[in-house]
C-alpha cells in the first residue's frame, strides 16, 4: 500500500510541470471514414473501410 501511495505521489509531481506548459490551442485530431455502415449478416465476407484525417494546431517542431 505504501509503494502505491508513493507511485501515486511520483505520477502526480511529475504531471505538474506538464499542465503549466500547456498550449493556447492544444492540438486535435479529426478523423472521417470512408464508410459510415458496415452491414455484417451471415454472409459477410469483409468489408474495405479507409480511415482519414488532419491534425489541428500542431506543434511546429513536429511539422518540421
Known amino acids: ?6 507511485l501515486a505521489a511520483l505520477m502526480l509531481a ?3 510541470p506538464v ?3 500547456e ?7 479529426q478523423i472521417g471514414l ?3 455502415r458496415v ?13 482519414f484525417g488532419a491534425l489541428e494546431n500542431a506543434d511546429p517542431l513536429i511539422n518540421r
Open 19 to 21: 499542465r503549466a506548459q
Open 23 to 29: 498550449p493556447a490551442h492544444p492540438e486535435s485530431i
Open 34 to 36: 470512408s464508410t459510415d
Open 39 to 51: 452491414a455484417i449478416t451471415a454472409d459477410f465476407a469483409g468489408a474495405d473501410l479507409t480511415i
Open 14 to 16: 511529475a504531471a505538474g
Open 1 to 6: 500500500m505504501r509503494v502505491a501511495a508513493c
